[in-house]
Nanobody, 124 residues
């Protein structure tokens, strides 16, 4: 069982930056591939980024490639999402998720545990 708690969301102007964090419980964090997803009002949840257990492999949605960076600190049981050059269309609730069996996946169905989400609003 893994419990995930996101933090770091907020209101930011277009072009600004935010760093999201996802704190995980348990002593086996490094065994899980991790992902970030987001859901805007009236839209389906969509993949943002994923990372394998060691942190050596990362994957991004085309819409965030070059602007967002996913990383993890296994010693701190924490996942991060650095978001730069934010756009109004990045506004959404952002969720972190843990995949007990994979190496990083863009399909939300692959993930076994989810956090409660943190709101990111990009607006002037």
């Amino acid at each position: 069982q893994v419990q995930l708690v996101e933090s770091g969301g907020g209101l930011v102007q277009p072009g600004g930056s935010l760093r999201l964090s996802c704190a995980a419980s348990g002593r086996t964090f490094s065994r899980y591939a991790m992902g970030w997803f987001r859901q805007a009002p009236g839209k389906e949840r969509e993949f943002v980024a994923a990372i394998n257990g060691s942190g050596r492999s990362t994957y991004y949605a085309d819409s965030v490639k070059g602007r967002f960076t996913i990383s993890r600190d296994n010693a701190k049981n924490t996942l991060y999402l650095q978001m730069n050059s934010l756009k109004p269309e990045d506004t959404a609730v952002y969720y972190c998720a843990a995949d007990a069996w994979g190496t990083g996946d863009s399909n939300a169905r692959a993930y076994d545990y989810w956090g409660q989400g943190t709101q990111v609003t990009v607006s002037s």
